[in-house]
């Protein structure tokens, strides 16, 4: 098993079966056109690695990454067992390699963008923002960090270690913006930034739960509003020159 790519969160933080037939259609779709039309810029070999991962992915996000196996992959594909097998010894080994794609597309899509953003409250906010659109995103589908917690939390082995590997790398990144936050005196010097952390996570969950479970349609307003609470709790009482706080922005 080849070892964990180097990420940008890695540097930076450094310190259900009715549906399973349509599943498959809109997963195999995309996937079998690529393989079909290979880019000249990559190597067929690693063109036909890229469409079986994206697959495989799609399929993950609907039925978990203990509803993937080489014979259901082979046939959303069209391909032979053998044909996919070439690409991933084993059923572990696509496991893992589909927790390591989820985790380079949350990265380019939540925390890539926020880099954009000055140091302090701007980055912490926009870390916050994309997180809500992504989850937001995955109601109909579901989150592999959440659903794979469900499934491995209590299963050691590689593929347990992948989703850890990937989400402690994502809540150091979420912890080192909050630290940033305090450095640039938006928080107050005392914060814990451990749980603040915590607290931000507690959020995200709870509005996977009140979207996906309850349809709840207020769900991201009031996941938005209870971390403005969480803000404000630890806001630091004289901002920077040129900089508010969360509370006086919103009495402006």
């Known amino acids: 098993m080849s070892p964990p790519a180097t990420s940008a969160l890695s540097r930076a933080s450094a310190p259900a079966a009715p549906r399973r037939a349509p ?27 890229a469409a079986i991962v994206d697959a495989a992915l799609q399929l993950a996000s609907q ?11 082979a046939e959303t594909l ?12 084993s059923r572990e080994e696509l496991q893992i390699s589909v927790v390591r794609e989820y985790h380079t597309r949350f990265e380019q899509e939540v925390f890539v963008p926020a880099l954009a953003l000055p140091r302090g409250l701007p980055r912490l906010r926009a870390l916050f923002d994309h997180w809500m659109q992504r989850t937001s995103k995955e109601i109909d589908s579901g989150c592999l960090y959440i659903g794979g917690a469900v499934e491995f939390d209590d299963r050691p082995g590689p593929v347990r270690d992948a989703l850890v590997h990937s989400v402690q790398s994502w809540f150091n990144a979420v912890e080192r913006a909050i630290v940033l936050a305090i450095e640039a005196g938006h928080l107050r010097a005392d914060t814990d930034a451990p749980q603040v952390g915590f607290e931000i996570h507690a959020l995200i969950l709870a509005l ?7 349809r709840n349609p207020k769900a991201v307003d009031r996941a938005r509003l209870a971390f403005d609470h969480i803000l404000n709790r630890h806001a630091a009482a004289v901002a920077p020159r040129g900089r508010s706080t969360p509370s006086a922005r919103r009495t402006r």
């Open 208 to 214: 996977h739960y009140e979207a996906r479970l309850l």
């Open 23 to 49: 599943v498959r259609a809109r997963a195999g779709t995309s996937a079998r056109a690529a393989l079909a039309s290979p880019s000249p810029a990559r190597g067929k070999g690693q063109q036909t690695r």
């Open 63 to 73: 039925m978990g990454l203990e509803g993937l196996s080489i014979g259901l992959l």
């Open 78 to 89: 069209q391909m032979s067992k053998s044909g996919v097998f070439a690409h991933f010894g």
